[in-house]
């Protein structure tokens, strides 16, 4: 049983404010307390009339001295308001008979508004007003503006919040020593927060620096990073494989001969990268390990290495990738780097059906397929491992909540083990990011790229260059190179006046006779896409025209020009991931961003940034400038919410404050710890670990 307030009866259906307040999630005393002004209004003095400025938001009480409907077609209200200082006019352009009558002559206003300069001298056009009495008292306090809605108006929400503030359990839970110095008691700052006295300066208020703004950002996230510290306590309990060595004393490890079957030696950046992976496979915890390095630097072969220690020790190792295309790749570099080697590869994806389907579900029960790779088709329920000890998977951001719960339920799948989890990633976690929703994860970076890359210049034209683009594009296949063609969306939406693949295609294929152009979009069947991509990889196809299906992982070092039209439409990091396509052989390569004018503001800054760089790390940076945190990492947007008052970039230094603190809050006092976490958090601390 919950002890949330009785629910009224059953046959008294919930009032439209109250299911508003449902809805917001304003259930118990404390969720009200919780929920701040979003602003204040001052209406703790009255001015005189004679000393307002224009421009001024100002309270002032007068006696209505002529009250009058003008104008034909458009009627409005005038009021003439004297306070014995002076005059002020009141316009209202829509009124309901009922204002008609408190704004009658005679009757005594307050009325608070901006004041403008007008014909008839200083005017407020609609202004709050009410009737009252002579000397009728002023608030004490500042006036809260909650964030409210047509269903859950303004002043019923400031009267069951006041209610409740009375009631809700605000007492200290945290020990003065964790708090940073000089902020106020909980139960004081959220007080001060609701009814603020006058000499509070708003500035401080609405910008979130005052004191007691500051003691709610710290309890929200101490609570974060208690949540956070909680769950990696709860995984080192938890029991994994150990991955290491050789099942069988074979003299002869897989790693070992992997390594020096591949065509290329490791950079230093992936012999360390590897390094932390195998410290965490070879110990009996499961491993949660985020491999982050820019588009290109190598991450394939690390997760291919990771895969033959699995196998080594005896285990099965799944590799899942969010789309058909990029999972083939995966598949491909993988059957042709391990296959020779002895291993079964296994194929499996939401185009494999039937008999062959069936066949791969068997090999992987039987624990004959070593290793597997697909989309998400790898986790479903229907398909059981043997001895799954590592799953790895690439661009995790791009996969669904259900899909990672879904991957969850394979790890722990094993009644005792747990497997471990290798996440790969071109785009890198903000710091501030990493050190909150992302603290129960470990990372590594590969920060170099393999040798022998030439840089990718970028250039940037406006759509009047096609032709010219499109020339160059000549010279690239007469040379032996391949072309990629990117198109923003396929089948025309007249509105948006892109263009679209289909058409683009039919006039490459048009503008450049003997040369053959390929189409690949996302309304394609996946066995159609596959044969065009392979087309592409055997370069019979020397342009290829595309949506943004090749936006992750697809891997042709031949390719050493790329144009993207439209590219204004484009967010940074999917342009970086684009471009990341090319470049990937020695071969000197371009990209070509070609935009339709004008540009945004914000359309300019991204093109500017993807021309002045091609280090993903600052890429990323930028693409954080110009669009905020919150919607940085997609996928966590559910966590996001968890963060309702601190931020992120703003609040480093309370951060990093909780962050110092939370170790050892949890070690002294853990009782104290945990109750603060389900003030804070309650039932939500749960999305914490999806
Ligand atoms: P990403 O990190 O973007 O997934 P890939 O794993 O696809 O990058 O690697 C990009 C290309 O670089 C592939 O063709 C891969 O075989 C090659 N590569 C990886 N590591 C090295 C290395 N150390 N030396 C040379 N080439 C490498
Ligand atoms: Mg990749």
Redo the contacts with the bound molecule.
């Keep these: 049983m919950s002890n949330t307030p009785a629910e009224p009866g059953a046959a008294r259906p919930l009032s439209g404010p109250q299911r508003a307040m449902r809805k917001l999630g304003l259930l118990r005393d404390i969720d009200l307390a919780l929920h701040l002004p979003l602003r204040y209004e001052d209406e703790t003095r009255i001015e005189a009339i004679a000393a307002l400025r224009e421009g001024d938001t100002a309270q002032v009480e007068g006696v209505v001295r002529s009250s009058e409907v003008e104008g034909r077609s458009r009627r409005q209200l005038v009021v003439k308001l004297n306070d014995g200082s002076g005059e002020l006019v009141l316009r209202f352009l829509n009124f309901y008979p009922a204002q008609q009558k408190t704004l009658a002559r005679g009757q005594r206003l307050r009325v608070r508004g901006e004041v403008r300069g007008g014909f008839l001298g200083r005017e407020m056009v609609h202004p709050a007003f009410k009737a009252v009495e002579p000397g009728a008292p002023l608030p004490a306090a500042l006036t809260p503006v909650y964030p409210a809605s047509a269903q859950l108006p303004q002043a019923y929400l400031r009267k069951a919040i006041g209610s409740a503030l009375v009631r809700a359990p605000l007492e200290e839970i945290l020990p003065p020593a964790v708090l940073p110095p000089g902020l106020p008691a909980l139960k004081e700052a959220v007080r001060l927060l609701h009814q603020p006295p006058p000499s509070t300066p708003p500035a401080v208020l609405e910008d979130r620096s005052h004191p007691a703004w500051q003691r709610l950002k710290f309890e929200e996230l101490l609570a974060q990073q208690l949540a956070q510290a909680q769950a990696v306590a709860q995984r080192a309990k938890l029991r994994a494989p150990a991955l290491s060595g050789c099942v069988g004393g074979d003299d002869r490890p897989l790693h070992g001969r992997l390594l020096s079957a591949?065509?290329?030696?490791?950079?230093g950046a992936?012999q360390r990268v590897c390094a932390e992976i195998d410290a965490d496979l070879a110990r009996p915890v499961p491993m949660h390990r985020l491999l982050q390095?820019?588009?290109?630097?190598?991450?394939?072969?690390?997760?291919a290495l990771s895969a033959a220690r699995a196998i080594d020790a005896g285990w099965q190792c799944a590799l899942m990738a969010p789309t058909e295309i990029l999972a083939e790749?995966h598949f491909h570099?993988l059957v042709q780097w391990l296959q020779p080697l002895g291993v079964t590869v296994a194929w499996l994806s939401g185009s494999r059906k039937g008999k062959k389907r069936a066949a791969m579900i068997e090999k992987i029960a039987s624990g004959e397929a070593a290793l597997v790779v697909g989309t998400h088709a790898v986790i479903q329920d229907d398909v059981v491992f043997a001895r799954l000890g590592l799953a790895i998977v690439?661009e995790q951001h791009r996969f669904g909540v259900a899909q990672r719960l879904q991957l969850r339920h394979k790890l722990t799948e094993q009644a005792a083990l747990e497997a471990h989890l290798l996440t790969?990633s071109?785009t890198p976690i903000p710091r501030t990011l990493a050190m909150t929703y992302y603290a129960d994860l470990d990372v590594s970076t590969?920060d170099e790229?393999?040798?022998?890359?030439t840089p990718v210049v970028t250039k940037v034209f406006a759509d009047q260059k096609r032709a010219q683009v499109i020339e160059r594009i000549r010279d690239e296949v007469a040379r032996g190179r391949q072309v990629y063609w990117v198109c923003p969306l396929v089948e025309e939406s007249e509105h948006l006046d892109l263009q679209n693949a289909t058409a683009t295609h039919a006039e490459l294929g048009a503008a450049l006779p003997g040369c053959s152009v390929g189409l690949l979009h996302g309304r394609m069947a996946a066995a159609e896409k596959a044969a065009v991509m392979a087309q592409f990889h055997g370069a019979q196809i020397a342009v290829l025209v595309a949506t943004t299906v090749i936006e992750v992982?697809v891997?042709v070092?031949n390719a050493s020009l790329m144009v993207i039209e439209h590219a204004e439409r484009f967010g940074l990091a999917q342009l970086h991931q684009l471009r990341?396509r090319v470049g990937?052989?020695a071969v000197a390569s371009v990209c070509v961003l070609l935009y339709t004018p004008p540009l945004s503001d914000t359309g300019k800054a991204r093109l500017k940034a993807m021309a002045d760089t091609t280090d993903g790390f600052e890429i990323a940076r930028r693409d954080l400038d110009i669009r905020g945190p919150g919607e940085f990492m997609g996928a966590r947007q559910s966590g996001d919410e968890l963060l309702r008052f601190a931020d992120l970039n703003g609040d480093s230094g309370l951060l990093e404050h909780a962050r110092r603190v939370a170790p050892r809050l949890l070690a002294e006092r853990p009782e104290a710890a945990r109750a603060h976490v389900a003030r804070w958090l309650g039932g939500r601390s749960e999305f914490l670990k999806a």
């Design positions: 591949l065509p290329f030696g490791l950079t992936q390095g820019d588009v290109g630097s190598g991450k394939t072969v690390v997760a790749q570099k690439d790969m071109a590969i790229l393999p040798p022998g890359r992982g891997d070092p990341g990937r052989g």
